[in-house]
Nanobody, 122 residues
């Protein structure tokens, strides 16, 4: 059973930064894609970004381009999302996901973390 462990959420000020991490419990190379999604109460889950373990493919949702950066450490089975210039609209629960293809569609991801809360105060 693959498990995903997220960390790094918390409270930040507008314009501030946070770094989210997601570690996968098992070997991942049969499923090369890792993604981040976010959700606020009453809204659908929204794609944020995704990266392949090879690092060759990286995608971002338009509203976070230039502010969020994804990276991965294969030896640690961990991906990182560096979140800079945070805005109040970035407030959400962020979920890490693991799947077969780098995609902005949540149904393509098979395994999900429990989520970590990010709150940006104005």
């Amino acid at each position: 059973q693959v498990q995903l462990f997220e960390s790094g959420g918390g409270l930040a000020e507008v314009g501030g930064s946070l770094t989210l991490s997601c570690t996968v419990s098992e070997s991942t190379f049969s499923m090369p894609a890792m993604g981040w999604f976010r959700q606020t109460p009453g809204k659908e889950r929204e794609f944020v970004g995704a990266i392949s373990w090879s690092g060759e493919t990286v995608e971002y949702e338009d509203s976070v381009k230039g502010r969020f950066t994804l990276s991965r450490d294969k030896t640690k089975k961990t991906i990182y999302m560096y979140m800079n210039n945070l805005k109040p609209e970035d407030t959400a629960t962020y979920y890490c996901a693991h799947g077969r293809v780098v995609s902005n569609m949540d149904f393509t991801y098979r395994y999900w973390g429990q989520g970590t809360q990010v709150t940006v105060s104005s």
